[in-house]
Structure formats: structure tokens, C-alpha cells
């Protein structure tokens, strides 16, 4: 029966392999890359419910302790610390770092002369392709206890200053880093759809009395709604996803309280402690909330006639 | 007076006919606005360049970072230069960047191409693998055990296999891939090419600009990647630059092992932190310029909307 219908539709799977084998071979070592550092990691998730000793059982040997280290986690104030962290961080960069690169955008595409256009996008752009370790040193020079800021305030008769190592502020500093390294680089996408909407759309409203705000209000920001929308959401879903470097780097400047976030705390209670089941159930806890925040944001995206992340086809 | 509004009604250059003149204070305000984004960008690294090339002296004098140039030296490149911890971890950062661009790079553009065929054996599940790196990440735990599982500690493999492939990369090679008109390949197919002579011969001379963005994207992620070694690498010899960077310039630490270091057993001077800063960024400028114009071309734009 159901080789009749693979017949009718097309050559039989012999047939197929026969003429696709040079396809199978190209992805051959794709294929080994992801089964060995995605599938099966992804399996070895089920020390999650295991007591897991490396040493005397393996995955393998352990006992089985069924959901006990996901009841512990939530027992664990530092988890719930981070938790609270990252749906803060999100929450704050949401307001704060999100329209940023649409109002860089909006600057930039106002620039008249190509050149200078072209000068000022090269620069901003740039910073996306620095590290994190060097973006972080880059402000501990600019604003650490030995920085040119506290350098040129002692020189003025001032008290010098130390944001790199202030917990209240951190969520200021970490922001302001985003800003600097990614900010140009986002812009990119709101440019791309700048580009797109009818230049006749403006002289028309132009030629109907209609000043430069009025048609930014009208033309801009709705020829832009598509893509925000879209971004927005992806966001969301994304919303357990602050980062990471950036978190490790500064932890022992600013102490946990301010920077543990999910995956800081993942690797110093799974792999600096050294019980990897209890880090490894923290992780599969934020890859499983993280699955089911992508799959509802692009729920969300198709009903309001986005493509999302991946159409429905 | 007449001749004045006459000049007001042709446009400026660059301004539609129709466009009204701009006000001189929203242009100076912008003009302002954008001096200070490439002052915020550029301000730190000009100090930073300038203070790496700046004798100790300058720099007590300047009771810091270096704003004016007051003579140039090479000493704390010399330094540097001269003892092995930077030099190696140079070696071993430029290393891993190369072989781990180029494996990435093949690997990816086999990988796209090989899915780029809708209808072929086992193209959904092989084209599903690859798109559920987007949705789900295994964990640091499971894969940091699996690297270990497989005795890639403290080797020079382990910061290259666990990230070699990147679903975005080859989700932007394919579509680019696929948007290359099939009736080229069926003539190549007809004429007796197998599927890696039209790859090799047909499909990469036509996707240079999009393979050569994502192999800089390659690049710069192992150039820049800092956590990978610092969970696989515990012998301070075979540390990559990102972790020496960390050591002697966000924490100000001599290297543990080292036992005649840059700076021995001293924190490193301002200079030669500043130095070690530069040689990091340095690949970043270099790369950069060479595929900037692709990036408004559409390449990266066009994978991210499709």
C-alpha cells in the first residue's frame, strides 16, 4: 500500500539514493558535527534525572531520581536569583536597548550625503566584531576605578569613579555595552526595510502639506511595523537568552547577586561545583522554556501574518 | 533679496525637489548627535592605540590612558614580542581562527548545498537536524561532557568541533544557494557533471560574496571566542589570546604558569595591556573592510527576512 504510493509520487527511495548519494556525502560531515555536538548531548540530557556520578556510574550506572533536582532548583534562592536576573535584564533592554538601533536606523538613513552615510554605518558597525572580553576591557578603561573617566574627574579636583565594579548599576553597564557592540549592527535589518518603502509614498504626502515628522508618523514608522513587530517578537521568545561572556567576565567584578543569570548559573553549579546532574537539569529547564517561548512567539508571528523564525510549511 | 529666494528653491544636493529645506538646528543637532556616536565608537580606541605605543613615561605623565600623543614607541610591542606567553597564545589564536574558518566554511557549504535539493533522499530529516540548532540548545553541561567523553580536553580541537557548525551560517548558504536558477545546474546535470564538479565549478564562482561573509563570520567567532577555551584548555601553553586577554587586561593577574612572563611576576604596565588589546582587534580591521560592502548587498539581510 504504502509503496504504491511512494511510487506514484515519485521514484522509489533505491532509486532516489542511487541519484543523491554525492548529496549524502556533502553532508556527511555536517552530519557527524551535529550528531556529535548536538544529538547526542541532547540525549545525555537525561542526567537531568539522574543522580549523576562521573566517576562511579556514568550515564549509565547513575541512579535514576526522576524529577528531584528540578524540585531542588526551585528550592535554590540563587536560582531564583537567576531567574529574576535575566527576566529584568530582558525586560529592561526590551525598553532600553530595543529602539535604539531602529532610532540609529532612522538617524542614519536621514544622513544626505552617501559618503558620509556609508563612513558613519563602517563605524558603527564595527564594534559587532569585537569580542566580549574586549569590550569589556575597552569600558574598564574607560570607566573602571582606573579609567579615563575617574582619571580625568581626580584630575579636575573630582572623586574618581568605578562603574565596573558597582552591583546597582550593573544593569546600566551591561545595557550601555550592548548598546555600543551591537546597537550599529542591528540597525542593519531596519535600514534594509528603510530601503524598501515607495520613495513616491513621501513626495506625495509632501505635495499634500504633510512636514517631515508627519510623514515619518505616517510612512517611516508604519513601513518599519512589519519588521519591529517581527523582532519584538523574536525577542520574546528569546527572553531567557541575556548573553553570557558578558555575565562570566564581570561576575567576579560585580559579584553573582547582580550577574548570575541561567547560564552563568548552569556552568558554576553544574561544572564549578561539580554536580553536573543539578546544573544539567537547570539547563534543560531553560532549553525546554526556551522551546516552548520560540514555538508561542512564532504562534504569534503567523496569526498576525509574520513569517517568524520558521513558516508553517 | 530675489536672488537669495531664487537660491532657496533649488534644492540642495541630495534633496528631492519637493523636499523642504532643513532646519539649521535640527542640522546642527545632528550633526552633533553624529559626531558623538563616532566619538563613542572611536574615542576608546584611538586612546587605547595611542597609549600601546606610548613610552611608560608618557603614560605616568598622563596618569593613565594617552589622550595626546607625545612621541611613539614600539617598546611594549617589543616586549611583548619578545617573551612567549602573547607571541604563543598569537600562534594559537591565529591557528584555531584558520583551520577552524576553513573546516567550518567546507563543511557549511557542503552541508547547504547538500540541502539545497527539496524532493532528495532524506532531505527533510537531514534539513530538520539542522534547523532544530535553532530552537534548542543541548546545554553547556551535555556538551562540555561530551567534549570530555571524547578526550578533546586540552586539545586545540575542542575550541574548533563543539561550534564548527553554525545553523545560521548554513541556512544563509542555502537560501542563497537556492536561489542560483535551477535550469544552469539541470544544463550542467545534462551535459554529465556530477553533483561536486557543479558545486565546485558552478554554484561556489557564484556565491563568492555570500561565502566569503560567512567564512568571516567563522573567523571572527573563533578569533573572539573566549568561553570554549576557557572550560577546555587548563595548560596555560596552549591558551588562546581571548584568555590571555582576560588575565593580563580585565583582571590585571600575571599568568599563573608563567614563570618569566611579560611582566614576571608583576601586574602587566598600562602600555602593554593596551598592546595585548590592539593585537586582539587588530584581525577584526583587517577582515572587516574586505567584506563591509556585502553586508548592504543584501547577503546577510536577505538570509535574515527569508
Known sequence: ?313 | MTALTSRARRAPAGLAPWEERRHPAGQFGKGALITLILVAVLGPLYTIVLTSLSSSATVNAAGGLVLVPDGITFEAYRQIFSDTVVSRAVLVSTGVTVAGTLISAGVSVLGAYSLSRPGSFLHRPLLFSVLLMFVFFPGIIPVYLMVSGLGLKDSYWSLILPTAVSAFNVVVLRSFFMSIPGEILDSARIDGAGEFRILFRIVLPMSKAVTAVVAMFYAVGYWNSWFNAMLYIDDTRKWPLALILRQYVVDSNPLPAATAGVTGDAPPTLAIKMAIVVIAVIPALILYPLVQRHFTKGVIVGAIKG
Open chain 1, 1 to 313: 500500500m504504502s509503496s504504491s504510493i511512494t511510487a506514484a509520487a515519485g521514484p522509489t527511495w533505491r532509486a532516489k539514493l542511487r541519484r543523491d548519494w554525492p548529496l549524502l556525502a556533502m553532508n556527511l560531515p555536517m552530519l557527524l558535527v551535529v550528531v556529535a555536538f548536538w544529538w547526542v548531548p541532547a540525549l545525555g540530557n537525561v542526567i537531568a534525572f539522574q543522580d549523576y556520578n562521573p566517576y562511579t556510574g556514568g550515564i549509565l550506572g547513575s541512579p535514576v531520581i526522576g524529577f528531584t533536582n528540578f524540585a531542588l532548583l526551585f528550592q535554590d534562592p540563587q536560582f531564583l536569583r537567576a531567574i529574576a536576573n535575566t527576566l529584568s535584564i530582558t525586560a529592561f533592554q526590551l525598553v532600553f536597548y530595543f529602539p535604539v538601533p531602529i532610532m540609529l536606523a532612522l538617524l542614519l538613513n536621514s544622513i544626505v550625503s552617501a559618503r558620509l552615510r556609508a563612513f558613519v554605518q563602517g563605524v558603527v558597525y564595527l564594534p559587532f566584531f569585537f569580542s566580549w572580553v574586549l569590550v569589556v576591557a575597552i569600558f574598564q578603561q574607560m570607566f573602571g576605578g582606573a579609567g579615563l573617566l575617574a582619571q580625568v574627574l581626580r584630575e579636575n579636583g573630582h572623586e574618581g569613579v568605578d562603574w565596573m565594579t558597582n552591583s546597582d548599576t550593573f544593569i546600566l553597564l551591561l545595557t550601555s555595552q550592548t548598546i555600543w557592540k551591537d546597537a550599529g549592527w542591528g540597525a542593519i535589518i531596519f535600514l534594509a526595510a528603510l530601503s524598501t518603502i515607495d520613495p513616491n509614498l513621501y513626495e506625495a504626502a509632501a505635495v499634500d502639506g504633510a512636514r517631515r515628522w508627519r510623514r515619518m508618523w505616517h510612512i517611516t514608522l508604519p513601513g518599519l511595523r512589519p519588521v519591529i513587530v517581527l523582532l519584538l517578537i523574536l525577542r520574546l521568545g528569546d527572553a531567557l537568552n541575556v548573553g553570557f561572556e558578558q555575565f562570566m567576565l564581570q561576575r567576579s567584578a560585580v559579584g553573582s547577586e547582580a550577574s548570575e543569570v541561567f547560564d552563568t548559573f548552569v556552568y558554576w553549579s553544574g561544572i564549578r561545583t561539580g554536580d553536573l546532574g543539578y546544573g544539567a537539569a537547570a539547563g534543560l529547564f531553560k532549553g525546554v522554556v526556551g522551546l516552548l517561548l520560540i514555538i508561542a512567539a512564532n504562534r504569534v508571528a503567523h496569526a498576525l501574518g509574520e513569517r517568524g523564525v520558521y513558516s508553517r510549511t
